[in-house]
T-cell receptor
């Protein structure tokens, strides 16, 4: 158990809908990262938040957004969903002063999103 | 830009046999290198990491990896594979000044009795 929790475990929805994925980092970790794992794209970094502020952005679509709240949990919002958004979405957290890539990232179990 | 290549999509080994999973990276400076394992239905678990210093890195579950700058490689090894090692293995690279990791496409390991 990494200490990172993600809810829900599974999500099934229809095209055009909007969903919210939730992540609680390990106790004391200030950085939260979101990754998407799909069959065709592999594991791709989406976005990172550090202590409530956006720190880095990867291949995140404009239809997707995220935020980190004062209690450090994070939410990933996916809107206008398309079939191709079906994937496993992972959250990871790390400690460290500024969330650098030397910090070990601890991954949650993921949320499997199925768009029908 | 950095990238990671895992040339083997799927590897099958017998239980008790040795294992080597290949990872090649592309990055101009010294990268930060990681190996993660993903069991079915689970998240990713860090096996080991390399930042600097000794090029042979020991990890959990009996795994080790060797950083070879001349070959741009960071291969994962285990002398004797157990059935519980069956999983997907991901090599990842980070770099100075960046916060995220770039992952390879993964190698699926099957262990046969």
């Amino acid at each position: 158990d990494s200490g990172v929790t993600q809810t829900p475990k599974h999500l099934i929805t229809a095209t055009g809908q909007r969903v919210t994925l939730r992540c609680s980092p390990r106790s004391g970790d200030l950085s939260v990262y979101w990754y998407q794992q799909s069959l065709d794209q592999g594991l791709q970094f989406l976005i990172q938040y550090y202590n409530g502020e956006e720190r880095a952005k990867g291949n995140i679509l404009e239809r997707f957004s995220a935020q980190q709240f004062p209690d450090l949990h994070s939410e990933l919002n996916l809107s206008s969903l398309e079939l191709g958004d079906s994937a496993l979405y992972f959250c990871a957290s790390s400690g460290g002063l500024a969330g650098s890539s030397t910090d070990t990232q601890y991954f949650g179990p993921g949320t499997r999103l199925t768009v029908l | 830009a950095q990238s990671v290549t895992q040339p083997d999509i799927h590897i099958t080994v017998s239980e008790g046999a040795s294992l080597e999973l290949r990872c090649n990276y592309s990055y101009g400076a010294t990268p930060y290198l990681f190996w993660y394992v993903q069991s079915p239905g689970q998240g990713l678990q860090l096996l080991l990491k390399y930042f600097s210093g000794d090029t042979l890195v020991q990890g959990i579950k009996g795994f080790e990896a060797e950083f070879k700058r001349s070959q741009s490689s960071f291969n994962l090894r285990k002398p004797s594979v157990h059935w519980s090692d069956a999983a997907e293995y991901f090599c990842a690279v980070g770099r100075t000044g960046a916060n995220n990791l770039f992952f390879g496409t993964g190698t699926r390991l099957t262990v046969i009795p």
